[in-house]
């Protein structure tokens, strides 16, 4: 079945770590997001990228970082200097054109700052 | 910047009932699209209904329809004959015409509880 999977379910990381989030679709999506999630806020876009090799800041990019070398996968690493990075990560994807109106969401990382 | 509010944090509901959700949004595009999300406890992100802002007629989905008001900048869903399963965070979401990206943009949320 086709959709997105996203690795590990559960992260935690120490004070000053890098840590990678890992998101594969095999949907043939052209379009590729990561969204963070935090109580109150809804969803916020981290980065997102429309083709391979290019991607865009969303509105929270700071202490964030991505690469989308594969149209198939866009991991997301979380850099030490991200001061608050504890809360609940979605990745999705969409396939870029007008008839197209659905976004395959991922069931998420958790990420704890231990 | 485009922006989407949920007033209503929390509402609830009791089972059999209609029950109303609110969405607000500001943007100065004329082509854009409206979604309603749910979120349940397993935190998958399901998609409920949109709108295509171009459409006078609200969508409907089975018990969920919206009332798009797009003069007023609103996008209400309405949960009709509510059930225990609707119980969910639902987010309203907001994305701009297909020549402007494709990323969409989230209201906070609001937390529906069905009682039984």
């Known amino acids: 079945d086709g959709g997105i999977t996203q690795s590990p379910k559960y992260l935690f990381r120490k004070e000053g770590q890098n840590v990678t989030l890992s998101c594969e679709q095999n949907?043939?999506?052209?379009?590729m997001y990561w969204y963070r999630q935090d109580p109150g806020q809804g969803l916020r876009l981290i980065y997102y990228?429309?083709?391979?090799?290019?991607?865009q800041k969303g509105d929270i990019a700071e202490g964030y970082s991505v690469s989308r070398e594969k149209k198939e996968s866009f991991p997301l690493t979380v850099t030490s200097a991200q001061k608050n990075p504890t809360a609940f990560y979605l990745c999705a994807s969409r396939q870029y054109s007008p008839a197209s109106y659905g976004y395959t969401f991922g069931s998420g990382t958790r990420l704890t700052v231990v | 910047a485009q922006t989407v509010t949920q007033s209503q944090p929390e509402m609830s509901v009791q089972e059999a009932e209609t029950v109303t959700l609110s969405c607000t949004y500001d943007t100065s595009e004329s082509d854009y699209y409206l979604f309603w999300y749910k979120q349940p406890p397993s935190r998958q992100m399901i998609l409920v209904i949109r709108?295509?802002?171009?459409?006078?007629q609200n969508a409907t989905e089975n018990r969920f329809s919206v009332n798009f008001q797009k003069a007023a900048k609103s996008f209400s869903l309405k949960i009709s004959d509510s059930q225990l399963g609707d119980a969910a965070m639902y987010f309203c979401a907001y994305r701009r015409g297909e020549t402007s990206g494709s990323r969409l943009t989230f209201g906070e949320g609001t937390q529906l509880t069905v009682n039984p």
């Open positions: 990228s429309q083709i391979v090799n290019d991607f």
């Open positions: 949907l043939n999506h052209d379009a």
């Open positions: 709108q295509e802002a171009y459409k006078q």
